[in-house]
């Protein structure tokens, strides 16, 4: 399998990257040749101008389940090493500083490290009927990779505390519920609803407010509304200087859609 790729991209719709994890056979179970081509998949749509949203999927009936339990046989068998051979040496949290909109669409199992990836996604969709885990308890693990950051800001810190410690299986219907995921869809639609979404931001926002509202987004989530308020005032006065701010009021007025340039650094 040296030749096979483990993360396929393409762009289904103008605009809308689609990174799709890919072995189906073991239903995308992640692991360190997952990882590495994950990484390059997203490193090379964040630099692509054709692509202003990135959704991630899984092949075939799974999102993720998880690390591959080969890779965690490895470790157990060899626990000195760590665990970048199951999981690469990046991190998910890198997501929240990735300019560009990501977007899971989960379609089958998240578990583990694969649902700690859905949840450094900034939206969430997900097939009804498509099962749910922390599991690290179940496995004598913890909150692995800024899992216990993520999940209480999505859910709040009881359900958080209910989600980890049991370590339970729930389906996307009550992920829908408690505000895991932003939607639950069916799953022949998954897809076509995801890239609608996706689509109608590539072509109607500015890549650029993206950038700058993702940092505001993460960045202000703990602090005062008046420390919120005060970093909100230059960047609302840098915005009101850039073309962006030009074309998007001048497609309001002209009744069209708006051509905002790609995102640059």
Same mark, same amino acid.
């Given at each position: 399998m040296t030749d096979h790729d483990f993360a396929l991209l393409d762009v289904p719709v103008a605009g809308v990257g689609v990174i799709t994890l890919n072995n189906p056979d073991r239903l995308n179970a992640w692991s360190g040749r997952i990882a590495e081509r994950f990484w390059a998949r997203i490193d090379e749509a964040r630099e692509r101008d054709d692509i202003r949203v990135v959704v991630i999927t899984g092949a075939g009936r799974g999102f993720c389940p998880g690390a591959d339990m080969d890779a965690l046989n490895q470790i157990r068998a060899n626990p000195g090493g760590g665990s970048g051979a199951a999981v690469g040496s990046r991190r998910y949290s890198e997501l929240i500083d990735y300019p560009k909109p990501v977007i899971a669409a989960i379609n089958g199992a998240a578990a583990g490290v694969g649902l700690v990836l859905a949840m450094f996604c900034d939206i969430r969709f997900a097939a009804s009927g498509a099962k749910f885990t922390t599991a690290?308890?179940?496995?004598?693990?913890i909150a692995e990779y800024g899992a216990s950051w993520a999940l209480p800001r999505l859910v709040g810190l009881p359900r958080a505390l209910d989600l980890m410690l049991s370590g339970r299986v729930f389906t996307s219907d009550e992920a829908g519920t408690m505000g895991l995921v932003n939607a639950v869809v069916a799953p022949d639609q998954l897809m076509s609803h995801t890239l609608a979404?996706?689509?109608?931001?590539?072509?109607?926002?500015?890549?650029?407010?993206?950038?700058?509202? #993702? #940092?505001?987004l993460y960045g202000d989530h703990a602090v005062l509304a008046d420390e919120a308020t005060s970093r909100s005032l230059?960047?609302?006065?840098?915005?009101l200087k850039r073309a962006d701010f030009q074309e998007g009021v001048q497609s309001y007025l002209d009744k069209r859609p708006p051509n905002f340039a790609p995102f640059s650094d």
């Open positions: 690290f308890s179940r496995r004598g693990l979404y996706a689509s109608d931001l590539a072509q109607n926002c500015s890549p650029t407010s993206w950038a700058v509202m #993702k #940092k505001q230059p960047l609302m006065d840098a915005s």
